[in-house]
C-alpha cells in the first residue's frame, strides 16, 4: 500500500461510517489489503487496477463512491489502528515495506517527503 497520509485515512473513516460499528473493524482490513494489492497491481502494469486504484486507501475507499455519512472519530481510530497493525505486522515479517530506513516515518531522522508529487525524473 502507498504511504498513508491524514486525506487517507479520513477517506477510509468516512467509508467505515456507512457501515454498523461492529462491521467497521473487517471493512478496514479489507480496504487496506485491497489497497495493498492494487499498489502491487500499479508497480508490476504500470496502470491503476480496474476496481481498487492505484494503491493509495484514499482511491481504495472512494472506489465505492463518495462518502455518504460525515466523519465519525470511531472510524477513524478503527481505520488508524487498523493501518498501523498492518503496518507493524508488515515490518515483524519484513515484507511489503521499503528496506530502505529514510522512507520510514517512525524513525527520528525522517524526511517527511512523501514522495507524491515527484515525478521519475527527479528520483522519486
Not at 508497480?43 to 466523519?71: E, F, I, K, Q, Y
Not at 481510530?77 to 507493524?88: D, L, S
Amino acid at each position: 500500500m502507498r504511504r498513508c497520509l491524514l486525506d487517507d485515512l479520513m477517506a477510509g473513516a468516512g467509508r467505515l461510517a456507512a457501515e454498523p460499528l461492529a462491521l467497521r473493524p473487517a471493512l478496514a482490513k479489507r480496504l487496506i489489503h485491497e489497497a495493498h494489492a492494487a499498489h502491487h497491481f500499479m508497480r508490476r502494469h504500470g496502470v491503476p487496477h480496474p476496481r481498487w486504484g492505484n494503491g493509495s486507501l484514499m482511491t481504495r475507499a472512494l472506489g465505492d463512491g463518495p462518502r455518504t455519512s460525515g466523519l465519525c472519530l470511531q472510524s477513524l481510530a478503527i481505520m488508524a489502528w487498523e493501518v498501523a497493525k498492518f503496518r507493524h505486522e508488515n515490518m515483524q515479517r519484513g515484507h511489503g515495506l521499503s528496506q530502505r530506513g529514510e522512507l520510514c516515518y517512525d524513525l527520528p531522522n525522517s524526511r517527511m517527503d512523501h514522495g507524491r508529487n515527484q515525478s521519475k525524473t527527479d528520483g522519486g
